[in-house]
């Protein structure tokens, strides 16, 4: 005679391996659905309002830590295609990168600070969507250390408020 708990274990497993089988079912269905599908690849070039764009904060922040070991020619590069080009969000963040964590032992502070408050503010007022404003790299604090930059954090302060 089976014990309530032998009883509860039996039905528990026939329940568990219906829904597993379901589960496979389904997988198999969509999967040979999937396939069934030809996959497209398409040849258009990308939309002028997509090119220069950072696809998540994820990519923002790899592209930040890239710029931590960029060369003085490669910043000089790149600061030279944002004249030209200022909306490439991908060369702002190595910039920023290399300014937060690598121009300050080459260029001095003040240097620094002036590089950095320039790309920070333009994000702000032209891209304050971007995913660049999550980077701790896009900071900037009154006081407490050799970026901070008081008059850059009221400046920036007046263009957050102002997209509201």
Known sequence: ????LTMFLAVWG?????CALLLVA?????VSGAIAEPIVV?????SPSTVGRIPDAVS????????????????KALEGRLETTPDDLPARARLLG?????????????????ARRRHILWVIEHH?????????EFTIDRAGHALADADGYGQARTLWLDQI
């Not at 592209?63 to 020619?73: C, H, M, P, V």
């Not at 290399?98 to 600070?113: Q, S, V």
């Open 42 to 46: 398409q040849q258009t070039a990308p």
């Open 128 to 136: 304050p969507e971007s995913d660049l404003t999550t980077l701790s």
């Open 14 to 18: 026939a329940i568990h391996l219906r």
């Open 98 to 114: 290399y300014y937060f964590a690598t121009a300050i032992k080459i260029a001095g502070p003040e240097a620094t600070r002036t």
């Open 26 to 30: 389904g997988l198999s269905v969509s």
């Open 60 to 75: 923002a922040a790899r592209l930040a830590r890239d710029g931590q070991r960029l060369s003085a020619e490669q910043v």
């Open 1 to 4: 005679m089976p014990t309530g």
